[in-house]
């Protein structure tokens, strides 16, 4: 993660991913939970989309290959090892108003996109929001 200027439209005010790289806008940054969340997008990338993706992730893939739900495990995993609490990264004025819905499976044990990470290597079912491992290979 590197700090720069931001000119221009980014998908999420004050952030841009950028090959690999996150680059954040302090002076633009509406929600610092939002530098989590695009930090999963970067983790569950292939090396070769790391090379390419510019922007919004999802530009960059076809129908049906999303990873949202996955990143959105990632992030829960994270934010628990971390011990930020989940409304910093699951606020209100983002996930189309879902936030509180998110929260409440998450903590409940409803781990949606939990089969992607497990098939991508980085945890087990048993043990989640434990991982083996933060980034795909």
Known sequence: ???KQLEGDCFLPGLKIDKGTLYYDPEKLKHTGDILHEAGHIALMTKEEKTIIVGSVSEFRDPGKEDEIGVLCWTFAALTHLGIPPEIVFHADG???DSET????FQNGQYIGLPLLVWMGLCDYEGFPTMKKWLRE
Not at 102 to 105: E, K, Q, S, V
Request: hydrophobic share 40%.
């Open 102 to 105: 998110l929260i409440m499976g």
């Open 1 to 3: 993660m590197k700090q």
């Open 95 to 97: 996930y189309k108003g």
